[in-house]
Each structure stands twice: as structure tokens, then as C-alpha cells.
């Protein structure tokens, strides 16, 4: 059966759609690129003036490799589908920052544990991935570690935990909140000070934390 189209409008149809396609592609992935940088990230005054404050005096942002993780290093996927998901998402954040849901410090620091909660989850279903961009057990030597954090590690690989489960104040001040849990948790399990403040003294052989 013969084609309706004759030839050279068919050719020229494909080629079109061809050439128009490789723009579309270049177009998406360079608006993609260019909102996946920390530039990008802290435009927004919340951004800016509240988490990557923080961050700026972190061993992320500031180090003497001089090696650093940015905004989309830790919170956007590096592979395709899982950083097209990512930006999709991204859109409800972009509501609330017209509605001025963290316009101000005080609002920002009232949802601050439920923020921070949504990170925790999202990168706990997700066994740190992001983390593990760079950080792995299998290229740790725990000899060069605090005997502390060697002992950590080693338990978390035995339970199977991931880096996000003890790792959530590395490039941000945690919630008061959180904190005033962690604190009455470790009290109840008698986990030593030394564990989390390295500059403290253990404490001492037989303390019931009463003091």
C-alpha cells in the first residue's frame, strides 16, 4: 500500500522532528543543570539565610583538601530518573516559598524539626545514597578513626544501619527538639558523653547520669 505523504515531505517531517527534539533534549537537561547548582539553591532568601549559613562552617564547605559537598551533592540524586523525580518534587517547595511558609527566622525555626524530619526520611528509604556518592564502610580504615567512631561504625555496618542514622548534624545545626529527645534517649540507654562530645571527659565508672 502506498504512503499518503510523498517522500520528501515525510523526509523532511522526520528531520524536523529529529532537529527539534535534540533541541528540546538540550534545553531541558541545560534548565536541569543549571537548577542543580548551589548558586541556584540559596537564590531563595530561606535557603540563604538560614541552612547554608550553617554549612558554610562545616568540614562539607571548608576543609584543608579543599574538597567540598554542595547543595545537590547531598540533597538531589545523581542518576536521571532519580533526579527528574527529585526536581518534580522540588515544586511543592517552590509553593511554600511564595506563601511565605519560612519567610522569616522564626518561622523557620518553628517547622524546623519537621523539615528536617522529611530530609531524614527521604535519605533514610533511600540507605543515604547521596552519602555514599563519596562515603563508603568498604573504603573506611577505622584505625585512623576516634576509637568511638571506629566502635560506631563497625556496630552500624553489623545492624545494617545507614550513614543518615547517626550522621544528621553534619552540615546543619539540628532542632532543639530533636536534640532535647536525643539527650533524654542517651540518658535512659547511658550512652557515654564522650560518645558525641569528644572534647568531654568519659564519665565516670558507675555514674547513674543523676547529676
Known amino acids: 500500500m502506498k504512503s ?3 517522500p520528501p515531505f515525510s523526509y523532511g517531517f522526520l528531520f524536523l522532528s529529529f532537529v527539534a527534539g535534540i533541541l528540546f533534549w538540550g534545553a531541558f537537561n541545560t534548565a536541569l ?3 542543580n547548582t548551589e548558586r541556584f539553591c540559596i537564590s531563595c532568601h530561606e535557603m540563604r ?7 558554610r562552617t562545616t568540614v562539607h564547605a571548608r576543609n584543608r583538601s579543599g574538597v567540598r559537598a554542595t547543595c545537590p551533592d547531598c540533597h538531589v540524586p545523581r542518576d536521571w530518573v532519580h533526579k527528574v523525580a527529585r526536581k518534580i518534587a522540588a515544586s511543592n517547595e517552590l509553593f511554600h516559598h ?4 519560612v519567610a522569616t527566622r522564626e518561622k523557620f525555626r518553628a517547622k524546623r524539626y519537621e523539615l528536617a524530619r522529611i530530609v531524614w526520611r527521604q535519605m533514610k528509604s533511600t540507605d543515604s545514597r547521596e ?3 563519596c562515603h563508603q564502610f568498604s573504603a573506611m580504615d577505622l584505625r585512623k578513626q576516634r576509637p568511638a567512631a571506629a566502635r560506631k561504625h563497625r556496630e552500624g555496618q553489623r545492624r545494617g ?3 543518615i542514622d ?5 552540615a546543619h545545626q539540628l532542632p ?5 529527645q536525643e539527650h533524654d534517649r542517651f540518658q535512659r540507654e547511658k550512652v557515654d558523653c564522650h560518645d558525641c562530645h569528644a572534647e568531654m571527659a568519659h564519665a565516670a565508672p558507675g555514674d547513674d547520669w543523676s547529676d
Open 4 to 6: 499518503l505523504l510523498k
Open 33 to 35: 543543570e543549571a537548577s
Open 49 to 55: 539565610n538560614n541552612v547554608y549559613q550553617e554549612y
Open 98 to 101: 511564595f506563601a511565605g511558609s
Open 131 to 133: 552519602c555514599r556518592n
Open 161 to 163: 544501619q545507614t550513614c
Open 166 to 170: 547517626c550522621h544528621k548534624g553534619i
Open 176 to 180: 532543639e527538639a530533636f536534640l532535647d
